[in-house]
């Protein structure tokens, strides 16, 4: 099964509100859980996907379909970011990334209408020449991969809670 421009769209613009759903009213207790010592909270990763969102996606779709692979996408921070965010809680945070989505989407919409550019190409720093298709695939499973580490954040809040069932839950495995 190969990439849908439509189907792709759907997925993207359904993230905000698993996102929300998984933190909202959420006590800080269960956002600034972490699995690890080097794992990133469920506040840490709303926070950089509403950066990501803000610096990252948009500004290579632009550059795919304006300049090619002419020069490369600029870099990203890939660190934690919840720094940007000093004070603002999870829940606003994730309504700050849903109305960028939102934005994002639409603006998507009038510069990729069809899949008949799918083929353009960029100049990823570090992966070299990359087509849009495979950015917008990217950036599916980018939400997708993030909201899994969400859940295995906020499931690590019981993590020694849940005594001799930690051996079945998956979800908790180091």
């Avoid at 950036?139 to 001799?164: I, K």
Wanted: aromatic share 6%; net charge negative; with cysteine.
């Amino acid at each position: 099964m190969g990439f849908g421009l439509l189907e792709s769209v759907d997925m993207l613009r359904r993230t905000p509100s698993v996102l929300r759903e998984q933190v909202a009213h959420s006590a800080q207790g269960w956002t600034d859980a972490r699995k690890g010592a080097d794992e990133w909270s469920a506040h840490q990763m709303v926070c950089h996907l509403a950066y990501i969102e803000e610096q990252d996606w948009m500004v290579r779709i632009r550059m795919v379909m304006s300049e090619g692979a002419t020069r490369p996408f600029p870099p990203v921070e890939h660190g934690d970011v919840s720094g940007r965010y000093p004070g603002v809680p999870t829940d606003e945070v994730a309504d700050r990334f849903a109305a960028i989505r939102a934005r994002n989407l639409e603006e998507l919409g009038r510069l990729v209408p069809d899949e008949s550019g799918l083929d353009g190409v960029g100049l990823h720093p570090s992966l070299g020449t990359v087509t849009l298709r495979q950015l917008l695939a990217t950036w599916v499973v980018h939400d997708l991969n993030h909201l899994a580490q969400l859940d295995a954040a906020l499931a690590s809040r019981y993590a020694d809670e849940v005594g001799p069932w930690k051996s079945l839950l998956g979800i908790l495995d180091d």
